[in-house]
């Protein structure tokens, strides 16, 4: 039997890469609090929840304004 491990979090690079935001700008989101991380030795990581997190605040904000 294999045992199909998910991973939980993920990196700034990874969250930059998923947005489509170059890596000092997703940095920079990340140290404002725009995206939530937590801090794990010198290691900065993010749960998936909170990409959708910020990208739902993006877009409802996005939605009010064209409405």
Do not use: H
Request: proline fraction near 1%; charged fraction near 25%.
């Amino acid at each position: 039997m294999t045992t199909v491990i998910t991973r939980k979090w993920y990196t700034t690079a990874e969250v930059a890469e998923m947005l489509g935001f170059g890596l000092s700008k997703t940095k920079m989101l990340v140290l404002a609090g725009e995206i939530r991380s937590v801090k794990i030795g010198r290691n900065r990581r993010i749960l998936p929840a909170w990409v959708d997190e910020y990208v739902q605040q993006v877009t409802s904000g996005a939605e009010e304004v064209s409405a």
